[in-house]
Nanobody, 126 residues
Framework: QVHMEESGGGLVQAGGSLRLSCAAS????????MGWFRQAPGKEREFVAC????????KYAESVKGRFTISRDNAKGTMYLQMNSLKAEDTAVYYC???????????????????WGRGTQVTVSP
């Protein structure tokens, strides 16, 4: 059983930055593809970014491309999401997720992920 825990959320003004972290334990971190998702009130959970286990392939949602950067440190068992130029519409609960995958593939759909954290709230004031 893999346990995942997000941190780094908070309240920030529009245009500001936050860095989210996702610490994983209970499995071999380097074997898992990882993703960030978010869910705003009244909306479905949506894809934000994902990264293969060796950081070879990275994908972003169009809405965050150029502003957010996903990364991971396999030695530390931690994934990150650097969020810059934040907008009010980025307000949501952010979740990290993981799934066992080969080195070159990483899914973008929520249903393909096995393990999830409990989320961290990000609030961007206009």
């Amino acid at each position: 059983q893999v346990h995942m825990e997000e941190s780094g959320g908070g309240l920030v003004q529009a245009g500001g930055s936050l860095r989210l972290s996702c610490a994983a334990s209970g499995g071999t971190f380097s074997l898992y593809a990882m993703g960030w998702f978010r869910q705003a009130p009244g909306k479905e959970r949506e894809f934000v970014a994902c990264i293969t286990r060796g950081s070879i392939n990275i994908k972003y949602a169009e809405s965050v491309k150029g502003r957010f950067t996903i990364s991971r440190d396999n030695a530390k068992g931690t994934m990150y999401l650097q969020m810059n130029s934040l907008k009010a519409e980025d307000t949501a609960v952010y979740y990290c997720a993981s799934v066992l995958r080969g080195s070159m593939t990483v899914p973008m759909a929520t249903h393909e992920y096995t393990y999830w954290g409990r989320g961290t709230q990000v609030t961007v004031s206009p």
